[in-house]
């Protein structure tokens, strides 16, 4: 059975209800010294620069300007925490990994920042590692699942811009990732897919915050 099967209508409506509300920027933080205290979970958006993560975090609050998307690569340059006073959650905007057009010991200081992020917040709830529809995963993204894997930090991969390709292709990438996912130990096994630009993917993907939450607590 996959996570599709199994969310429920409530998890769908409360999912949907989540995200009707405002939410709004909380803090930027470009290095692991000015995180927000971690006194609420949190969900990352995790991937290559370009993958979609501003525009998923945006389509996903349906707030167009939220998240800052961009055409140029690289541009994030902190973690993004994003919040809503009765969510009780911050939703996490990261800067893509190794980004190009920045000096070595930029992209160096950078990467160690991500992945302190990643294997030491205590709070992290989830970590959604977006992966290109039409490029599938990369060695980058081996290396941060390997890093997951190591500090049992659960995630799940979403298949994004699959506007972009056919229905048939996308079929075929999310066999290969769920298939590279399955040897993955701390990897959740069902891929989403979405589009930021059509809306495809998002009551799932509000249901699966909303599922995640409810089997925290809240
Ligand atoms: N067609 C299409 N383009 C997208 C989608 N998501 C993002 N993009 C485009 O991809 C580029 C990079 O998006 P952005 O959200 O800035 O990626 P980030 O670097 O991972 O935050 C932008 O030009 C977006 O408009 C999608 O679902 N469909
Ligand atoms: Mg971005």
Redesign the pocket.
């Known amino acids: 059975m996959t996570e599709t099967d199994a969310l429920s209508a409530e998890d769908v409506e409360t999912g949907r209800l989540l995200f009707t509300r405002a939410w709004t920027f909380s803090r930027g933080s470009p290095d692991l010294d000015h995180l927000p205290p971690d006194d609420r979970p949190e969900i990352a958006f995790a ?1 290559r ?8 975090i945006n389509a996903l609050v349906g707030q167009r300007g939220l998240a800052r ?3 140029t ?1 690289g541009r ?1 340059q902190e973690l993004n925490f994003f919040t809503e006073p009765a969510a009780d959650l911050y939703l996490v ?1 990261m800067p ?1 990994f190794g980004f190009a057009e920045a000096p070595k010991d930029k992209v160096a200081a950078w990467n160690r920042t991500l992945r302190g992020f990643l294997a030491g917040r205590r709070t992290l709830l989830r970590v959604f590692l ?1 992966v290109d529809a039409r490029h599938g995963l990369k060695p980058v993204d081996d290396e941060v699942m390997a890093l997951l894997d190591g500090a049992a930090v659960s995630y799940q991969a979403i298949l ?5 390709i056919s229905r048939t292709d996308l079929e075929r990438v999310r066999e290969r990732t769920t298939q590279a996912l399955a040897k993955r130990p701390a990897a959740y096994p069902h891929v989403i897919a ?4 059509t809306g495809t993917g998002f009551e799932e993907l509000r249901a699966v915050i909303a599922k995640l939450l409810k089997a925290h607590g809240n």
Do not use: F, I, Q, R
Request: hydrophobic fraction near 20%; avoid cysteine.
């Open positions: 991937g620069s370009n993958v979609g993560k501003s525009s998923l998307a961009s055409n690569p994030t905007d893509g977006l994004t811009k699959s506007d972009k979405t589009s930021a630009e």
